[in-house]
C-alpha cells in the first residue's frame, strides 16, 4: 500500500481564513486570525487524514512564468492586507514547530509545486489529498488524488473524487482547464470569452469534451451569439487554458521523500498556541504523540534510610508539589540527583533524619532547584531551613528567554533538545483530574525532572555568560528569591472585621447608588447587564450610541466617559461598577485568602513573569489595589501589624524612573535639575511653556508631569492628548518644547530605537534583556508599540533592578543592626516593612541610607518614607 501524501495550498488557505475570521490579535499585538483559521483547518486535517507525507506550498511572489503570457494576469486583484502579509511568517514559524515542510519556488505558484508532487506521487501508488479554496485544482482530481476545497468559512470543505466531480460539476477533472478556458475566472483576471459562464461551458464541454474538439467544430454550436463570441475570442479562449493549466513539471528542489511526516512534538506547539494566545486549541493537541517519544531512562533508588553518601556537595533537589499554591499543599516527594544517582524520598523520611537536615542547612553543600523560592518556602513549612542554594534553573531560564511563557523543567528541557519529558499535566492531570498517581509513577516523574535539572544547569550557565547576565543572575536574582521566600513566608496580617465592615459599608453605598440609577432609569433592571443597560441609555433616555457590537450596544467604560456630560445617570453607573469591583474582587477575595491559621495573607511574588524585571505579586495580588478612588485606598487599611507595638512602615524611591532617565541620557539639564533638588514638575512646565517656576500653576505642573512620564514610557502625541484632555497638536508641540529642553534624552531615545533595531533587543543598566522581534516589522503600529517598549524597558527595568538590589542591601543590614524590623511586601517602587514603634527612628535612618545608595547614579536617589498603625495611614 503506498504513502498517505496531504499537500496544502498555503495561500489560498490564509486568504480564506483572514477574511472568515475578525481582526484577532494577541497580547503582543501581532494579527492571528488568518493563523488561527489555518491551524483549525490543519489540525482537522491531521485528526481526519493522519498523513505520513505532507507539504504546505506557498507562491512565491508576484511575478510567474504566467506572466509572460499575459502580463494583466492577476492584474485585477487587491494588493494583500498587511495584516494578511505580516501573518505569514508567524504561520510559517507554526509549521515548523508541528514539523511540516513548507515551499515556495521562485516564477511558480503554490498550485505548480502542488500538481507536480501530486503527480509525482500518483504515479508512485500514493493516495493523495490536496486542501485549496481553488477551484482550478479541480484539474489535478483523479483515482488517487483527492481534492477537498474549502467552502464557507475554513472547516466546512467539499470533498471531490472523479465521481464527486461529476456528480456536482457534470464534467470529467481533465475539463476543468477547458472549463476555466471559456468561462474565465475573474478573480485571477483570466479573460476567458465575455458571455460566456458556467452553465454554458458546461454545456458546450458535455457537447463537445474539449476546446479543440469545440473549435474544430463551431459550426455545431447552437445560437448565433454564442458562436460569434468563441469566434471573436478563440485566442483569449486559448491563452487563458494556458493560464489556468498548472505546471505538474516544475523544477522543484525537493522530494517526495523531503515531505515525510512523522507527527509533532505537543511541546513546541504548546509553546507557540501559548506565545500566539490559541489557549481555545490547546486541548486538541493534547498529548499528541508523546506516547511515540522515548521516555528519558531514569533508575529512581527509593531507599528506607538517608545516608551521607547520598548528599553530595552538588546535588540538584526537586520538591514535588502538586497544587499550585505551596503555601498550603503538601510536599508529595523530595528527589535528588547527583553523580551517585537519582535518589527519592517522602516528606517524612526527611523531616525525620538528622543527616537530611544537616546536610541541608549546610551552605557549603551546593543545591541546584527549580523555583528557589517555592523550594525553601516548602521546606521552611517542614520546619527545615535550606541554605546553600546556588542555582534556580528558573530564574535562569527566565533571564535568557524573558518572553517565554513557559519555564518548567519539561518546557527548558525540549527548547534545549531533550524530548523524553512529559510536563507535570500529562503525569497528574490538570483542573479537576489533578491528582496524586501511584507511587512509582510520582517518583519517577520527579526522579527525571531532578535528572534533567542536574543537567541543564551547565547550558544555562553557558547562556547567562554569554549575555554577561552571571551578576545579574547570582548577585541580584538569587539572593532575592531567599528574600521573597522570607517574606512570602513571613505573610502580612489582615484585619478580617474590619474589611467585613468595609464591606457591609460598601453594600450599603451600592444599594444607595442603585436606587438612583434605578430613579433615573424610571424602572428597575440589572445593572451589569450590557443587554439590559444599552437599551435603558441609548433607547429610552436618547443618549448618542457611540459604539455598537455584534450583540448590541457597546456599554464599555470608555464609551460611558464620552458620555459623561450627556445624562447624570453616567456617572452613577461608573461609580457603581467601579464599587461592586471593590467589593467582589477586593474585599471578597482578600478575605478568601486570608490563611486559617495565621490569620494573615501570604501573597506569590511573581519573580520570573514580567519582561521589564518588576515583581508581580498574586493571591492576592497587592500591586492593583486601585488606590486612586478614596474607597480602594481605605482597603490598606485593613493590613496591620502581626504584633501589639508595631508599625507599618513604608518606604519609595521619589520619581525613581525620571532619575534613572538622567543617568542613562546623561541630559545635563535634567541632572542639574535633581543635583540642586528642584521640582522636576515644575522645572519641566517652566520649560514647556516658557515662563518662570514661580509663574507655574497647578494646571500647568499637573500637565508637565504628564509629560515628564509620558517621555518615560515613549507616549505619542495622541496618547498624551487623551491623557490631558488636549489637541494632538497641543500635546506634539509640548513633547517638541520637551525634547528641545531636554536634547539628550530625545538623543538617548533614538540611540536606543536604533540599538534596539540592529540587536533585537534592550538592555537595563545591569545587562537585564527584553527582546523585541517588531522592531523591524512592516506594519507601522506593531513597529511603534516596540519601538515605545524599547524605550522605555531599560528604564523601568533598571528602576526594578535598583529596587531589587535595595532589598537585598536591606535584608543584610537589617541582620547586622539586629534589627526586629521584617520586610512585608514590595509594591513597584514602595518596600513596606513591620517595625516595632522603639525602632523606627534608627529604621528610618537605615532605610535611607540603604535605599539611597544601593547604586550610585549620576544624580541622587532619593526616598520618602512615612509609618502608621495600618499600610493606609503609613502613607
Given at each position: 500500500m503506498g504513502n498517505k501524501l496531504v499537500l496544502i495550498d498555503g495561500n489560498s488557505i490564509a486568504y480564506r481564513a483572514f477574511f472568515a475570521l475578525p481582526l484577532l490579535n494577541n497580547d503582543k499585538g501581532v494579527y492571528t486570525n488568518a493563523v488561527y483559521g489555518f491551524t483549525t483547518m490543519l489540525l482537522k486535517i491531521l485528526e481526519e487524514e493522519s498523513p505520513d507525507h505532507m507539504l504546505v506550498a506557498f507562491d512565491a511572489g508576484k511575478t510567474t512564468f504566467r506572466h509572460k503570457t499575459y502580463e494583466e494576469y492577476k492584474g485585477g486583484r487587491q494588493k494583500t492586507p498587511p495584516e494578511l502579509s505580516e501573518q505569514f511568517p508567524v504561520l510559517q514559524d507554526l509549521l515548523d514547530a508541528f514539523e511540516i515542510k513548507h515551499y515556495q519556488l521562485d516564477q511558480y505558484e503554490a498550485d505548480d509545486i502542488i500538481g507536480t508532487l501530486a503527480r509525482e506521487a500518483e504515479q508512485r501508488g500514493d493516495e493523495v489529498t490536496v486542501i485549496s479554496g481553488d477551484k482550478d485544482l479541480l484539474q489535478l482530481v483523479s483515482e488517487r488524488v483527492t481534492v477537498r476545497l474549502t467552502k464557507k468559512g475554513i472547516t466546512d470543505v467539499d470533498t471531490y473524487t472523479p465521481a464527486s466531480l461529476k456528480e456536482k460539476m457534470e464534467i470529467e477533472p481533465s475539463q476543468i482547464i477547458h472549463l476555466k478556458a471559456l468561462m474565465g475566472d475573474s478573480s485571477d483576471n483570466i479573460p476567458g470569452v465575455p458571455g460566456v459562464g458556467e452553465k454554458t461551458a458546461v454545456k458546450l464541454l458535455k457537447q463537445f469534451e474539449t476546446l479543440d474538439n469545440l473549435y474544430e467544430d463551431l459550426e455545431a454550436v447552437s445560437g448565433k451569439k454564442l458562436k460569434e463570441k468563441l469566434e471573436a475570442n478563440k485566442e483569449e479562449a486559448y491563452m487563458s487554458k494556458e493560464l489556468v493549466t498548472i505546471e505538474i513539471?516544475?523544477?522543484?528542489?525537493?522530494?517526495?521523500?523531503?515531505?515525510?511526516?512523522?507527527?509533532?512534538?505537543?511541546?513546541?506547539?504548546?509553546?507557540?498556541?501559548?506565545?500566539?494566545?490559541?489557549?481555545?486549541?490547546?486541548?486538541?493537541?493534547?498529548?499528541?504523540?508523546?506516547?511515540?517519544?522515548?521516555?528519558?531512562?531514569?533508575?529512581?533508588?527509593?531507599?528506607?534510610?538517608?545516608?551521607?553518601?547520598?548528599?553530595?556537595?552538588?546535588?540538584?533537589?526537586?520538591?514535588?508539589?502538586l497544587e499550585d499554591n505551596y503555601h498550603t499543599s503538601p510536599i508529595e516527594a523530595v528527589v535528588l540527583s547527583n553523580e551517585k544517582g537519582v535518589f527519592a524520598f517522602s516528606v517524612e523520611q526527611v523531616m525525620e533524619s538528622e543527616i537530611f537536615k544537616a546536610w541541608a542547612a549546610d551552605s557549603s553543600k551546593h543545591k541546584w532547584v527549580f523555583d528557589a523560592k517555592r523550594t525553601v518556602v516548602a521546606f521552611k513549612r517542614c520546619g527545615i531551613p535550606l541554605e546553600g542554594v546556588t542555582f534556580d534553573v528558573l530564574l535562569a531560564s527566565y533571564l535568557v528567554n524573558p518572553a517565554v511563557n513557559n519555564h518548567d523543567i519539561p518546557a527548558i528541557s525540549h527548547r534545549l533538545g531533550e524530548t523524553g519529558i512529559p510536563s507535570d499535566e500529562e503525569v497528574y492531570g490538570k483542573g479537576a483530574k489533578r491528582g496524586r498517581p501511584e507511587e512509582d509513577v510520582l517518583y519517577e516523574h520527579a526522579g527525571r525532572k531532578a535528572l534533567m535539572l542536574y543537567r541543564l544547569k551547565s547550558n544555562l550557565e553557558d547562556q547567562l555568560k554569554q549575555n554577561k547576565q552571571e551578576d545579574l543572575f547570582y548577585n541580584l536574582e538569587m539572593p532575592l528569591t531567599v528574600i521573597l521566600g522570607e517574606m512570602e513566608h513571613t505573610g502580612v496580617r489582615v484585619d478580617t472585621d474590619r474589611l467585613k465592615r468595609m464591606g457591609e459599608e460598601l453594600e450599603g453605598r451600592l444599594a444607595e447608588i442603585e436606587k438612583r440609577i434605578y430613579e433615573h432609569a424610571g424602572e428597575?433592571?440589572?445593572?451589569?447587564?450590557?443587554?439590559?443597560?444599552?437599551?435603558?441609555?441609548?433607547?429610552?433616555?436618547?443618549?448618542?450610541?457611540?459604539?455598537?457590537?455584534?450583540?448590541?450596544y457597546s456599554t464599555a467604560a470608555d464609551v460611558l466617559e464620552q458620555l459623561s456630560d450627556e445624562h447624570e445617570i453616567i456617572d452613577e453607573i461608573l461609580l457603581y461598577r467601579q464599587l461592586g469591583k471593590l467589593q467582589s474582587t477586593y474585599i471578597e477575595g482578600l478575605l478568601k485568602v486570608v490563611h486559617k491559621d495565621t490569620g494573615k495573607v501570604h501573597t506569590r511574588f511573581n519573580q520570573a513573569l514580567t519582561q521589564t524585571g518588576r515583581l508581580s505579586s498574586t493571591d492576592p495580588n497587592l500591586q492593583n489595589i486601585p488606590i486612586r478612588l478614596e474607597e480602594g485606598r481605605k482597603i490598606r487599611q485593613a493590613f496591620i501589624p502581626s504584633e501589639a507595638g508595631w508599625v507599618i512602615f513604608a518606604s519609595d524611591y521619589s520619581q525613581i524612573e525620571l532619575r534613572v532617565l538622567a543617568h542613562m541620557s546623561g541630559d545635563e539639564k535634567l541632572i542639574q535639575s535633581f543635583k540642586d533638588g528642584e521640582d522636576i514638575h515644575t522645572k519641566t512646565a517652566s520649560e514647556v511653556f516658557g515662563v518662570s517656576p514661580e509663574e507655574v500653576n497647578a494646571d500647568m505642573r499637573r500637565q508637565a508631569k504628564a509629560v515628564n512620564f509620558g517621555i518615560v514610557y515613549g507616549i505619542s502625541d495622541y496618547g498624551l492628548s487623551q491623557s490631558l484632555g488636549v489637541t494632538r497638536k497641543a500635546a506634539q508641540t509640548y513633547i517638541d518644547a520637551y525634547f528641545k529642553s531636554y536634547p539628550k534624552v530625545k538623543e538617548y531615545m533614538d540611540d536606543t530605537v536604533r540599538q534596539a533595531k540592529e540587536e533585537g533587543f534592550v538592555e537595563t543598566l545591569m545587562n537585564r534583556r527584553r527582546y523585541l522581534p517588531d522592531m523591524n516589522s512592516r506594519n507601522f503600529n506593531r513597529r511603534n508599540a516596540a519601538e515605545r517598549t524599547a524605550m522605555n524597558t531599560p528604564i523601568q527595568g533598571t528602576a526594578a533592578d535598583i529596587i531589587k538590589k535595595a532589598m537585598i542591601d536591606?535584608?543584610?543590614?537589617?541582620?547586622?543592626?539586629?534589627?526586629?524590623?521584617?520586610?512585608?511586601?514590595?509594591?513597584?517602587?514602595?518596600?513596606i516593612l513591620e517595625v516595632p514603634e522603639k525602632e523606627v527612628e534608627h529604621l528610618t535612618k537605615v532605610v535611607k541610607e540603604v535605599m539611597e545608595h544601593t547604586v550610585e547614579l549620576v544624580v541622587?536617589?532619593?526616598?520618602?518614607?512615612?509609618?502608621?498603625?495600618?499600610?493606609?495611614?503609613?502613607?
Open positions: 513539471n516544475a523544477p522543484l528542489q525537493m522530494t517526495l521523500q523531503d515531505t515525510s511526516y512523522s507527527g509533532y512534538e505537543a511541546s513546541a506547539v504548546k509553546e507557540q498556541f501559548q506565545n500566539l494566545g490559541f489557549s481555545s486549541l490547546l486541548s486538541r493537541i493534547e498529548g499528541h504523540k508523546e506516547e511515540e517519544v522515548e521516555m528519558i531512562s531514569v533508575d529512581v533508588k527509593i531507599e528506607e534510610t538517608i545516608t551521607e553518601d547520598m548528599l553530595m556537595d552538588e546535588t540538584a533537589l526537586i520538591v514535588e508539589i428597575e433592571f440589572n445593572i451589569n447587564s450590557p443587554k439590559q443597560l444599552g437599551p435603558i441609555l441609548f433607547e429610552k433616555l436618547g443618549l448618542p450610541a457611540l459604539k455598537k457590537t455584534k450583540t448590541g536591606l535584608a543584610e543590614r537589617l541582620t547586622q543592626e539586629d534589627l526586629e524590623a521584617t520586610m512585608l511586601m514590595q509594591v513597584h517602587d514602595e518596600l541622587p536617589l532619593e526616598v520618602d518614607h512615612s509609618y502608621g498603625n495600618t499600610w493606609f495611614d503609613a502613607k
